[in-house]
T-cell receptor
């Protein structure tokens, strides 16, 4: 079945540091890929997505590129802020018309950014 | 606010009791999902509705679990004879394309 693997955490960075969070996937079809974020005390929110190979999703300074050849969707940000402290989940889904577009999530990784 | 809402937000119950959670999706969304999230893990898919039809159930959804969406609007998830292993955050999401998540119901089984 489909699966998502995220790098082990937690991750602690100083403000303005560069962030990379690794994500690789296994899927039988041709999935869409997502990063969700969960801020303290809040629900899951979509951060960015990419629906086909070589697409780059971006939002709030975060970017991730859909790499079919390496089955990866690594999340990057050039300069993190304290407000980026949250739990980040990589996920995949089949968005074909009529398909059950359930999400398959990785375990998540906690990011803490120090001032 | 027209987001996904879930009630109650927290539920503490004793082992063996039945519990029911409610999810109110975004009104124009015809797809509704239930997920379960345990500590340190990502959400895991439980079941999926398209309108009022329950189209898929995960193997995680044992016979003690039942979900309904009677009129294709709100949904309920019932757990009968709760066990300590049922303690988790239960998340609901609705979508027309992208999934929007509710705040979840945290269940603690003592």
């Amino acid at each position: 079945g489909d699966s998502v693997t995220q790098m082990e955490g937690p991750v602690t960075l100083s403000e303005e540091a560069f962030l990379t969070i690794n994500c690789t996937y296994t899927a039988t079809g041709y999935p869409s890929l997502f990063w969700y974020v969960q801020y303290p005390g809040e629900g899951l929110q979509l951060l960015l997505k990419a629906t086909k190979a070589d697409d780059k999703g971006s939002n709030k300074g975060f970017e991730a590129t859909y790499r079919k050849e390496t089955t990866s969707f690594h999340l990057e940000k050039g300069s993190v802020q304290v407000s980026d402290s949250a739990v980040y989940f990589c996920a995949l889904s089949d968005l074909r018309t009529g398909a059950n577009s359930k999400l398959t999530f990785g375990k998540g990784i906690t990011l803490s950014v120090r001032p | 606010d027209t987001g996904v809402s879930q009630n109650p937000r927290h539920k503490i119950t004793k082992r063996g009791q039945n519990v029911t959670f409610r999810c109110d999706p975004i009104s124009e969304h015809n797809r509704l999902y239930w997920y379960r999230q345990t500590l340190g893990q990502g959400p895991e898919f439980l079941t999926y509705f398209q309108n009022e039809a329950q189209l898929e159930k995960s193997r995680l959804l044992s016979d003690r679990f039942s979900a309904e969406r009677p009129k294709g609007s709100f949904s309920t998830l019932e757990i009968q004879r709760t066990e300590q292993g049922d303690s988790a955050m239960y998340l609901c999401a609705s979508s027309s394309n992208e999934q929007f998540f509710g705040p979840g119901t945290r269940l603690t089984v003592l």
